[in-house]
Nanobody, 128 residues
Framework: QVQLVESGGGLVQAGDSLRLSCAAS????????MGWFRQAPGKEREFVAG???????????DYADSVKGRFTISRDNAKNTVYLQMNSLKPEDTAVYYC??????????????????WGQGTQVTVSS
């Protein structure tokens, strides 16, 4: 089992930055592929970013096209935490952001079905 707790959400203006954190406890965090997803009102949950587990030499990351170049995912295994640095925020980034973890894949997958563990979500609101 893995427990995930997100933090760092809030209300910001367009162009501002936020850093989300996801603290993990339970099974070995370094073996867990992590992802960030988001869900806006009336929309389906969508992939934002993913980072592979740390058992391979190179950490792989993947980003949705809508956030590429603005968001950065990273992990600190010593702190059992994954981060999502969000820069140049836009009103369309407004959503509840969820972190997710999976031991079933080593790659940074976009498919939410491969993630078995989810946090409770943190609200990000970007005003224009």
């Amino acid at each position: 089992q893995v427990q995930l707790v997100e933090s760092g959400g809030g209300l910001v203006q367009a162009g501002d930055s936020l850093r989300l954190s996801c603290a993990a406890s339970g099974r070995t965090f370094s073996s867990c592929t992590m992802g960030w997803f988001r869900q806006a009102p009336g929309k389906e949950r969508e992939f934002v970013a993913g980072i592979s587990w740390s058992g391979i030499i190179t950490l792989y990351t993947d980003y949705a096209d809508s956030v590429k170049g603005r968001f950065t995912i990273s992990r600190d295994n010593a702190k059992n935490t994954v981060y999502l640095q969000m820069n140049s925020l836009k009103p369309e980034d407004t959503a509840v952001y969820y972190c997710a973890g999976s031991f079933r894949t080593s790659a940074a997958r976009r498919d939410s079905a491969v993630y078995d563990y989810w946090g409770q979500g943190t609200q990000v609101t970007v005003s224009s």
